[in-house]
Nanobody
Framework: QVQLVESGGGLVQAGGSLRLSCIASGLTFSSYHMGWFRQAPGAERENVANISWSGASTDYATSVKGRYTISRDNAKNTVYLQMNSLKPEDTAVYYC????????????????WGQGTQVTVSS
């Protein structure tokens, strides 16, 4: 019954920016940690950013730290991923995720996934 719908992906040139959004339904959004993952063709799914239920704590992969910002608006049941200074290696399908509990150590802790949105960064 949980549904996560991502939007905001697209094609940008290196150095550009995109803002992804994920609208959640079917859950008490403010009670759950949220995350963003990405998966490039032939690669493993990578956890790039996480945010606690209140938004008080965030966590980023080294590959995106300083360039990406995760945020949430619990009143709108929405989590965002602001991506700046994009690089070709950021090209991937980006997925929104809701964690099942207190841990956000990776995909094994994810209860539900969004459908994904394609981000393509050209050189």
């Amino acid at each position: 019954q949980v549904q996560l719908v991502e939007s905001g992906g697209g094609l940008v040139q290196a150095g550009g920016s995109l803002r992804l959004s994920c609208i959640a339904s079917g859950l008490t959004f403010s009670s759950y940690h949220m995350g963003w993952f990405r998966q490039a063709p032939g690669a493993e799914r990578e956890n790039v950013a996480n945010i606690s239920w209140s938004g008080a704590s965030t966590d980023y992969a080294t590959s995106v730290k300083g360039r990406y910002t995760i945020s949430r608006d619990n009143a709108k049941n929405t989590v965002y991923l602001q991506m700046n200074s994009l690089k070709p290696e950021d090209t991937a399908v980006y997925y929104c995720a809701v964690y099942r509990g207190a841990y956000w150590t990776g995909s094994s802790e994810v209860a539900s996934w969004g459908q994904g949105t394609q981000v393509t960064v050209s050189s």
